[in-house]
């Protein structure tokens, strides 16, 4: 059984798959498996991956690795559990194919994985900086911290532990999430008694292009967790005071999706607000301001 299992949702990633590769071939730290999946796609990413393999570079750097495509296109992270669940590794190390382990990433992990046994979850940071928060966490303590919602690590910045105590395997929440399950996940391992480590180290490339936040998946998934784990908690709730800060973020996102969205989906979009938050009840907490008080009127026309 490999240390590691490092795995690979290669959808559409032609233009960088080949430098994540490459990433992994030059890892001081050499236990660990590879996993790829790719889920149609319309690019020529399979290509890529078939032309890194029979390179030269690779039969000088060699690693374990699958490669399996599976004969469909995902629509928002139901491809993320694929390769987890070919996994054989003690420990998952998801990695995005537009992003890169620096050489000695898995290395560091190891060190501090094998002197602390508890750690169900290691963090690290990214080419911009290190993590704000650094040290070990105990489970319940790293919950609390997580429900806030203030510093989740992107899959390529977290390692965790494959299988659970009762020798089950950790999967993504993708039915219930439509861009972060991450958070469930993470969530999850620590309520489950898991300590999580928080390195200062910066380990991982990501491709940090900037990327839309107005869009209002974004803020349902955050509004699910918050709903999901609310009982939880075992210090102050925070419930309301998260909420408000995500409710100042969300009313532009929902605008935005309006406006963006053609007639036939507005329907969808607007029967899910319903759905989750009441037809009025979505905009009673908020920040105060002319914004928020547009943004509150053009929402109330809308779900009238």
């Excluded at 078939?50 to 000088?60: A, E, G, L, M, V």
């Excluded at 469930?184 to 839309?212: E, N």
């Amino acid at each position: 059984m490999p240390f590691f299992s490092v795995c690979i949702s290669s959808f559409d990633r032609s233009e960088t798959i080949e430098t994540t590769l490459k990433s992994l071939s030059l890892q001081e730290f050499k236990d660990f498996e590879v996993i790829i999946v790719d889920c149609s796609s319309t690019d020529n990413t399979v290509e890529k991956i078939q032309h890194f393999f029979n390179s030269d570079f690779f039969k000088k750097h060699p690693f374990t690795y699958q490669f399996v495509q599976r004969d469909y296109e995902p629509q928002t992270v139901e491809d993320w559990n694929e390769p987890v669940k070919l996994a054989s590794g003690k420990y998952i190390a998801m990695l995005e194919g537009d992003d890169q382990f620096l050489p000695d990433h898995l290395e560091k992990v190891y060190k501090t994985l094998v002197e602390a046994p508890k750690i169900g979850i290691f963090a690290t940071g990214n080419q911009n900086g290190a993590r704000k928060k650094q040290g070990l966490f105990k489970s319940q303590d790293y919950f609390e911290y997580l429900y806030t919602l203030k510093e989740v690590p992107p899959p390529s910045e977290a390692i965790f532990l494959r299988l659970n105590k009762q020798g089950n395997p950790y999967y993504y929440n993708d039915k219930d999430f439509i861009y972060a399950p991450e958070i469930d996940l993470y969530m999850r391992i620590a309520l489950d008694g898991f300590d999580t480590f928080i390195a200062p180290s910066q380990g991982v490339i990501r491709d940090v292009k900037v990327k839309s936040r107005a869009k209002w998946k974004y803020y349902a998934d955050h509004y699910y967790i918050l709903d999901k784990y609310r009982s939880f908690q075992k210090g102050t709730d925070v419930y309301h005071e998260v909420k408000r800060e995500i409710d100042s973020k969300a009313y532009m996102a929902f605008v935005y999706d309006w406006l963006y969205y053609k007639t036939s989906e507005r329907k969808a979009l607007k029967e899910n607000l319903i759905k989750r938050y009441g037809s009025f009840n979505f905009y009673l907490n908020t920040t105060k301001g002319i914004f928020a008080a547009v943004y509150k009127g053009i929402i109330k026309r809308i779900l009238k």
